[in-house]
T-cell receptor, first 115, second 115 residues
Framework: AQSVAQPEDQVNVAEGNPLTVKCTYS??????LFWYVQYPNRGLQFLLK??????LVKGSYGFEAEFNKSQTSFHLKKPSALVSDSALYFC?????????????FGKGTKLSVKP | GAGVSQTPSNKVTEKGKYVELRCDPI?????LYWYRQSLGQGPEFLIY????????DSGLPNDRFFAVRPEGSVSTLKIQRTERGDSAVYLC?????????????FGPGTRLTVL
């Protein structure tokens, strides 16, 4: 069965410091991986995706993620955190076994950036 | 342009009642998805439409849940004989092609509370 794990419920970072939000996955075949962000009372917003090619993927708001096949990881990173980055972050993998439609999400990691 | 919209934003109902939740996808998007997000969890897949037909309804928890998309645009999620365990945020998403690599655009969700 395909799955996504986000091992940290919460990540605390000081503004200006680098941040990492961890994600590991378990899929059959090549993974299609996504990161979404959820702000309070707002819908999920797409940040970035890995389909193929370069292992370092750049996305919205200065975020990037590194695909590591040997470690089955897709950690989200940002060189310098902003207070406005505080939100709930979800890693997701496309379900290759079904209709090729739905995403399988991790449980989410709350990012808190303090001034 | 306009994003995915969902109505109502909040719905409070009593146990045993029938509810309908509406989703207006981004214009031209052929793929539409319904997810359910419980507190502290990531979204869980319910059903996926490609055009007017349900391509995958494997995520619907039981036969009290049903969804339609009669004209290939607006979709309605219908829940009969609601139970307290149905309380969650119901998310709708759309994408222009229901393939593996196209990101999904999410609506703000409908918060359903069953008393």
């Amino acid at each position: 069965a395909q799955s996504v794990a986000q091992p940290e419920d919460q990540v605390n970072v000081a503004e200006g410091n680098p941040l990492t939000v961890k994600c590991t996955y378990s899929v059959s075949g090549n993974p299609y991986l996504f990161w979404y962000v959820q702000y309070p009372n707002r819908g999920l917003q797409f940040l970035l995706k890995y389909i193929t090619g370069d292992n370092l993927v750049k996305g919205s708001y200065g975020f990037e993620a590194e695909f590591n096949k040997s470690q089955t990881s897709f950690h989200l990173k940002k060189p310098s955190a902003l207070v406005s980055d505080s939100a709930l972050y979800f890693c997701a993998v496309r379900d290759r076994g079904g209709s090729q439609g739905n995403l399988i999400f991790g449980k989410g990691t709350k990012l808190s950036v303090k001034p | 342009g306009a994003g995915v919209s969902q109505t109502p934003s909040n719905k409070v109902t009593e146990k045993g009642k029938y509810v309908e939740l509406r989703c207006d996808p981004i214009s031209g998007h052929t793929a539409l998805y319904w997810y359910r997000q419980s507190l502290g969890q990531g979204p869980e897949f319910l059903i996926y439409f490609q055009g007017t037909g349900a391509a995958d309804d494997s995520g619907l928890p039981n036969d009290r849940f049903f969804a339609v998309r009669p004209e290939g645009s607006v979709s309605t999620l219908k829940i009969q004989r609601t139970e307290r365990g149905d309380s969650a945020v119901y998310l709708c998403a759309s994408s222009d092609i229901g393939g593996d690599y196209n990101e999904q655009f999410f609506g703000p969700g409908t918060r359903l509370t069953v008393l």
